[in-house]
């Protein structure tokens, strides 16, 4: 899978962000919660990324309407398998104390990490 541009991204966050179709005008108003967008900007990054197959479109009446096809977390699974290979496989604890040391995480983000592996091993 190919890592998207920073805008495509946002776009794509976008899209996520509902749990099934998003009609142009939807997203756009979802979008300019961030900043401005141009509609005309907009169908053109949703039609790259509809030929990058990370969306599907339907024209309904007037409008149409996409879908994601690649999940958020199937995108960020990957985005996360290219950068740990870059890193050259280092261990996880080192970059997590990275992270912390950047203050990029919280002690909540910790938390919420201990309740998921917790959930991961079965534990209660």
């Not at 979802?30 to 053109?44: K, Y």
């Not at 509809?50 to 007037?62: A, D, H, L, P, W």
């Amino acid at each position: 899978m190919k890592r998207l541009p920073d805008t495509e991204f946002t776009v794509m966050k976008g899209v996520w962000s509902f749990e099934d179709t998003v009609s142009t005008a939807e997203l756009k108003e979802q979008l300019e919660r961030e900043r401005p967008w141009n509609m005309s900007a907009l169908q053109t990054i949703l039609s790259r990324l509809e030929e990058k197959g990370f969306v599907v479109s339907e024209k309904i009446g007037r409008n149409r309407f996409y879908k994601a096809v690649i999940s958020e977390r199937e995108y960020l699974a990957d985005e996360s398998r290219s950068f740990f290979s870059r890193l050259g496989r280092k261990k996880l604890s080192e970059f997590a104390a990275a992270l912390w040391d950047s203050g990029d995480i919280t002690e909540s983000d910790i938390e919420e990490l201990e309740l998921f592996i917790k959930e991961k091993r079965g534990e209660k």
